[in-house]
C-alpha cells in the first residue's frame, strides 16, 4: 500500500521547474512545491482513491503539490471540523489550495456552513477566501430549500459594502459568491443581480498572468442565456 513518503517521492519525480513557475504566476509560493501538473495528480489520485488517512498525511506536509492531491482524494464527510479548520489555516500563500481545494473538501461536511461563515470574517486573507468559496460551493451544490436564504442575503449585502475595500483575492472570492447566487440560487437571483450592478467591475491583482476577474452581471447573464440558471452541481471538486 502507498505511503505518504512513496507518494512524495513519486511527485518530486514528476515535478518541473515549467509547472512550478506557472503555479507562482498565479499567486502560490514556490518554497514548498515540486510543481506537478493537474494531469499527473489526477492520475495519482486515482490510484489512492479512498485513502483518507494517506490524504490527511500528505496535506500535513505542507508541500503544495502533496495537499492539492489530498483535496482530490480526501472525503469531506469524514473530517472533523478541526480538520477542516486546519487545512484552512495552511493555506498561507497558497491560492490554489484556499480557493480550490479546501473548499472542494469543506462543502461536503455536514459543518461546511459554520466553517465558510467563521472563515468569512477572518482577517487572514487566504482563510476569508476559503469562506467566501466554501460558500459559494454550498448555494451551488445543496438544493435552494435546505439554505438560509436570509444569511445568504445579508452575505451579499455584505460584499456590496466591503468588496472594493477587501483584500485582493477576498476581493475576488467575494465577486465569485455573488456569481454564485446569481447563477444557482433562484429564490436569491433578482438580489444577486442587483447586487452585481452595485459592485460593478471588480479590481484584483491577478499576477502576472492574463487571467481577467469577471464581471458579475456579464456572467449571471451568460448562464441565463444558456439557460443553465438555477443548476445545481454534484461537487466542486475538479
Not at 16 to 21: E, F, G, I, L
Not at 60 to 73: F, I, P, R
Not at 191 to 215: F, Y
Request: glycine letters at 8%; charged letters at 20%.
Amino acid at each position: 500500500m502507498p505511503s505518504a513518503a512513496s507518494i512524495m517521492a513519486e511527485l518530486k519525480k514528476k515535478g518541473s521547474a515549467q509547472t512550478r513557475k506557472i503555479y507562482a504566476r498565479h499567486g502560490n509560493a514556490t518554497q514548498n512545491m515540486f510543481g506537478v501538473s493537474m494531469a499527473d495528480l489526477k492520475v495519482i489520485a486515482k490510484k489512492i482513491k479512498g485513502q483518507q488517512a494517506l490524504a490527511c498525511d500528505l496535506y500535513a506536509t505542507g508541500n503544495m503539490d502533496a495537499m492539492y492531491l489530498a483535496g482530490l482524494v480526501a472525503n469531506g464527510a469524514q473530517m472533523t471540523a478541526k480538520q477542516l479548520n486546519d487545512w484552512a489555516e495552511s493555506a498561507a500563500g497558497l491560492q490554489m489550495i484556499a480557493e480550490y481545494t479546501v473548499p472542494s473538501v469543506a462543502v461536503e461536511n455536514a459543518q461546511a456552513r459554520d466553517l465558510a461563515m467563521r472563515w468569512i470574517k477572518s482577517t487572514n486573507e487566504q482563510v476569508a477566501c476559503c469562506g467566501w468559496c466554501t460558500y459559494a460551493g454550498i448555494v451551488g451544490t445543496q438544493a435552494d430549500d435546505t439554505l438560509d436564504l436570509a444569511e445568504i442575503k445579508q452575505l451579499l449585502g455584505t460584499v456590496v459594502k466591503e468588496v472594493h475595500g477587501a483584500q485582493n483575492r477576498v476581493r475576488y472570492t467575494m465577486n465569485g459568491f455573488v456569481i454564485a447566487v446569481g447563477s444557482c440560487v433562484r429564490p436569491l437571483m433578482k438580489e444577486a443581480k442587483a447586487s452585481a450592478r452595485q459592485i460593478g467591475a471588480v479590481s484584483v491583482d491577478m499576477g502576472e498572468t492574463s487571467c481577467n476577474v469577471p464581471l458579475a452581471t456579464a456572467y449571471i447573464e451568460k448562464v441565463e442565456a444558456a439557460g443553465k440558471a438555477g443548476q445545481k452541481r454534484k461537487m466542486i471538486r475538479c
